[in-house]
Nanobody, 123 residues
Framework: VQLQASGGGLVQAGGSLRLSCAAS????????MGWFRQAPGKEREFVAA????????YSADSVKGRFTISRDNAKNTVYLQMSSLRPEDTAVYYC?????????????????WGQGTLVTVSS
């Protein structure tokens, strides 16, 4: 499966953005999906994940209550709605797909990765 992330940009602190990740192929619903991010000079970190149906999600404590992951299997797309953005949310955001129905929290568990989209939050 090929993943194409989009929706990044420059936003002021307190603002919102919605990231999208479009997947190719007809088996999107057989993959759980995740969002990760990597800030300059830092390691990649888990942000949020969602199971195959969208019925189960998990978010990192750092974004809980501010970011929401969702998916539309009819459109082969997973979303990350980000609100109350902070300068520390600045990073390249990556979407990833893992075979099977259950999401994973570790990046090493994922099978496919998108190219990343840059989110910059100004103070």
């Amino acid at each position: 499966v090929q993943l194409q992330a989009s929706g990044g940009g420059l936003v002021q602190a307190g603002g919102s953005l919605r990231l999208s990740c479009a997947a190719s192929g007809r088996t999107f619903s057989s993959y759980a999906m995740g969002w990760f991010r990597q800030a300059p000079g830092k390691e990649r970190e888990f942000v949020a994940a969602i199971n195959w149906s969208g019925g189960a999600t998990y978010s990192a404590d750092s974004v809980k209550g501010r970011f929401t992951i969702s998916r539309d299997n009819a459109k082969n797309t997973v979303y990350l709605q980000m609100s109350s953005l902070r300068p520390e949310d600045t990073a390249v955001y990556y979407c990833a797909a893992v075979r099977g129905g259950n999401y994973a929290l570790r990046g090493s568990s994922y099978d496919y990765w998108g190219q990343g989209t840059l989110v910059t939050v100004s103070s």
